[in-house]
T-cell receptor
Framework: GENVEQHPSTLSVQEGDSAVIKCTYS??????FPWYKQELGKGPQLIID?????GEKKDQRIAVTLNKTAKHFSLHITETQPEDSAVYFC????????????FGTGTRLQVFP | ETGVTQSPTHLIKTRGQQVTLRCSSQ?????VSWYQQALGQGPQFIFQ???????GRGNFPPRFSGLQFPNYSSELNVNALELDDSALYLC??????????FGPGTRLLVL
């Protein structure tokens, strides 16, 4: 069945360092790949997304890369700050934008001052 | 913060009972999706509603059902509650085939 694997499950970095989270998906029909940040007691918040016709997208300190051949996509956070500490989820959508999203299992990122 | 609201914020039920969770979508959005998030896991897709009809369903039994109203708000109903139904239930709204925005969720505890 459809599956999204996410690594690592936890990640600790020093403030100012970079953080990278990687995901692999199984459904070759997936065309939409959002990343969500979830803080304690809150719902997931979209931070960046990418579609299959684009290989890379950047928004200030956040970037996402996509390799459709290998079915890999990654989140890169540069110059991390303590407020970046949260659980990050990758997801894959089988159609152009939405419909059913399949989520990864999450990465708990801790940024130490 | 998104414009998606959910009620109630917390709920405690016992096994066998029924529960109704509510979601108000963001202004301009006509599609609502429901997800179940168990502790320490990613959200799992339950179903989606578009124009008051179910439009896609995940691997959940029929005792999970829903409604969407003309104002695009939505309800999730769960019958015959089981202990494993304890989770955070998330609602996400969107324009058709556009980015989903999540509400804060309803935390359900089944005893």
């Amino acid at each position: 069945g459809e599956n999204v694997e996410q690594h690592p499950s936890t990640l600790s970095v020093q403030e100012g360092d970079s953080a990278v989270i990687k995901c692999t998906y199984s459904d070759s029909a997936s065309n939409y790949f959002p990343w969500y940040k979830q803080e304690l007691g809150k719902g997931p918040q979209l931070i960046i997304d990418i579609r299959s016709n684009v290989g890379e997208k950047k928004d200030q300190r956040i970037a996402v890369t996509l390799n459709k051949t290998a079915k890999h996509f990654s989140l890169h956070i540069t110059e991390t700050q303590p407020e970046d500490s949260a659980v990050y989820f990758c997801a894959a959508g089988p159609y152009y934008n939405t419909d059913k999203l399949i989520f990864g299992t999450g990465t708990r990122l801790q940024v130490f001052p | 913060e998104t414009g998606v609201t959910q009620s109630p914020t917390h709920l405690i039920k016992t096994r066998g009972q029924q529960v109704t969770l509510r979601c108000s979508s963001q202004s301009g959005h006509n599609t609502v999706s429901w997800y179940q998030q168990a502790l320490g896991q990613g959200p799992q897709f339950i179903f989606q509603y578009y124009r008051e009809e179910e439009n896609g369903r995940g691997n959940f039994p029929p005792r999970f059902s829903g409604l969407q109203f003309p104002n695009y708000s939505s309800e999730l109903n769960v019958n015959a509650l089981e202990l494993d139904d304890s989770a955070l239930y998330l609602c996400a709204s969107s324009r058709r085939e556009e980015t989903q925005y999540f509400g804060p969720g309803t935390r359900l505890l089944v005893l």
